[in-house]
């Protein structure tokens, strides 16, 4: 495993870019602000490794963690992707010291490490911190569910808008390390997929991809080219651990009658749609 750059302790009194120790009293953060070591991760850092004991928990301030499944064969699809609205180590904070699922730094960055016994010490005071992180594994189960069935239902173009939102809302800047390899792990197809989607959609300006970078050119046509999934999850993570009350993508949607489900069938719209055709 690379070693990680260890960048300093997180000192009394400064504000956390992560949503979730920003959130906390501040009694509460400065309490475990010591316990806190700001670390520089680099891609590809291993954060938590299939069936090996997690050591350490971590809270995103400006990098991306990917959480993938692993199939025999060696090959990985991600499953869940955490930024600064998030913490790295949920298993932990569920009573668990291990996982059969691996999680890596996808995006470069800062984050704030705490080592896992520590961490469980201050989940059972029973303050704030449990409760956000009960909210934000919600939050993150909806991300899931979503991705699951956008990734069943809409068409590539839609899902890489969205992934390519999701990252650049966590990183904080337009622009931010990339690869193909990385991205068709995201979106579970081949590179060449990936290389020739991204191509297009820098030919219609919407983002510069450059040696292993991505830039943002325009925010507003990749948000008018995600599906609803990014606005769905986007809600789901400001009403758990901010309150906010935007209005639902899913407002007028007709999915019950009389106690029963009329929700639709799960149908691909497209050609593209899901695994299907799209690799």
Known sequence: MPSVRKTGRTGRGTQPRNRVLAALPKGELA???PYLARV????????FDVDRPIRHVYFPENCVASVVGVMSDGSAV???????EGMVGLPVFLGTDRTSTQAFCQAPGDALRMKADVFRREVRRGRQLP??????????????????ACNRLHPLRQRCARWLLQTHDRVGADAFRFTHQFLSQMLGVRRATVTSLTGELQRQGLIENHYGRIAICDRRALEGTACECY???RRELDRLLAGGKSPSPLKGVRLSERGKSVAGDGAPRGKTGGRTGAD
């Open 31 to 33: 309490r475990l602000a």
């Open 40 to 47: 520089t991760l680099e891609p590809r850092q291993v954060l």
């Open 78 to 84: 991600e499953t869940a992707t955490i930024g600064y």
């Open 131 to 148: 409760v956000l992180l009960s909210r934000y594994t919600q939050a993150l189960i909806v991300q899931i569910a979503q991705a699951a």
């Open 231 to 233: 606005w769905i999850i």
